[in-house]
């Protein structure tokens, strides 16, 4: 079946800090792809997705393009601030199972 | 602004409680799921449903039933709670069509004493 598999947390930069999030997934056909982020006592909300193989998904700052050649949606981002300290999924949807598949989440902190 | 809303913020019941888990979509979507989110496991789907009275099984269905009686409201029962149930409950909805957005509420921290 579909899997996620997402860089262990918890994660802490200085702020301006670049930051990767490792993330791959093994899935049947060709899915979409997508990063979720949660602020704390929050619901998730869409950070950003891409839907086909090379497209780059961006919003925020963040980044993340598919790769289907290592099966990879890396997140990064060049600078990062306090407001970016948050739990980051990592998510796929594919036709055949017909559900969102989730990571276990990284936990970034951000210092100033 | 669209919204998802979940009837609690937090609930402490004890085991062999009835417990619903309520959740309310302004966005008319036709999808909605109920997810538990514990820590180190991400998120694990409950339930979801595809329309009114329909319900399909998620990956981790047992122990809980759902009920869709009306397009915007999609509950979470827990028959009988037990303390192995005591976790995060979130609720998202999205509309139909493969790989859409799907829109979270603000979740329900369930503790089963």
């Known amino acids: 079946g579909d899997s996620v598999t997402q860089m262990e947390g918890p994660v802490t930069l200085s702020e301006e800090a670049f930051l990767t999030i490792n993330c791959t997934y093994t899935?049947?056909?060709?899915?979409?792809l997508f990063w979720y982020v949660q602020y704390p006592g929050e619901g998730l909300q869409l950070l950003l997705k891409a839907t086909k193989a090379d497209d780059k998904g961006s919003n925020k700052g963040f980044e993340a393009t598919y790769r289907k050649e290592t099966t990879s949606f890396h997140l990064e981002k060049g600078s990062v601030q306090v407001s970016d300290s948050a739990v980051y999924f990592c998510?796929?949807?594919?036709?055949?199972?017909?559900?969102?598949?989730f990571g276990s989440g990284t936990q970034l902190t951000v210092l100033p | 602004d669209v919204k998802v809303t979940q009837s609690s913020r937090y609930l402490v019941k004890r085991t062999g409680e009835k417990v619903f888990l309520e959740c309310v979509q302004d966005?008319?979507?036709?999808?909605m799921f109920w997810y538990r989110q514990d820590p180190g496991l991400g998120l694990r789907l409950i339930y979801f449903?595809?329309?009114?009275?329909?319900?399909e099984k998620g990956d981790i269905p047992e122990g809980y039933s759902v009920s869709r009686e009306k397009k915007e409201r999609f509950s979470l029962i827990l028959e009988s709670a037990s303390t192995n149930q005591t976790s995060m409950y979130l609720c998202?909805?999205?509309?139909?069509?493969?790989?859409?957005?799907?829109?979270f509420g603000p979740g329900t921290r369930l503790t089963v004493l």
């Open positions: 449903s595809y329309d009114v009275k329909m319900k």
């Open positions: 998510a796929l949807y594919s036709g055949s199972a017909r559900q969102l598949t």
């Open positions: 998202a909805s999205t509309r139909s069509g493969g790989g859409n957005e799907q829109f």
């Open positions: 899935a049947t056909g060709y899915p979409s």
């Open positions: 966005m008319d979507h036709e999808n």
